[in-house]
Nanobody
Framework: QVQLVESGGGLVQPGGSLRLSCAASGFPFSSYRMTWYRQAPGKERELVAS????????KYADSVKGRFTISRDNAKNTVNLQMNSLKHEDTAVYYC?????????WGKGTLVTVSS
């Protein structure tokens, strides 16, 4: 059974940094692309960043390029999102995601609030 548990969200001032983590279990972690999505209030869920199973093939939304960095530790079954230079518009619930055997698997999310 796939389990994804996000952590690291919180309140941060504009220009600040946060590091999100997602602990994964129930599947062969290193074999799967992992993705971070986010959903802001009143908006649709959007892809933020994704990373291939071996840490290759990294992709970012244009809105976060140069500010966010996705990484993974296959020994610990974790995927991380380092977020720097945070802006008000980065406020959202951030979700960890993996697609396996045609099924969408989501964590419960972690809230990031960027406010002064």
């Amino acid at each position: 059974q796939v389990q994804l548990v996000e952590s690291g969200g919180g309140l941060v001032q504009p220009g600040g940094s946060l590091r999100l983590s997602c602990a994964a279990s129930g599947f062969p972690f290193s074999s799967y692309r992992m993705t971070w999505y986010r959903q802001a209030p009143g908006k649709e869920r959007e892809l933020v960043a994704s990373i291939g199973g071996l840490g290759d093939s990294v992709k970012y939304a244009d809105s976060v390029k140069g500010r966010f960095t996705i990484s993974r530790d296959n020994a610990k079954n974790t995927v991380n999102l380092q977020m720097n230079s945070l802006k008000h518009e980065d406020t959202a619930v951030y979700y960890c995601y993996v697609r396996r055997y045609g099924a969408n698997n989501w964590g419960k999310g972690t809230l990031v609030t960027v406010s002064s």
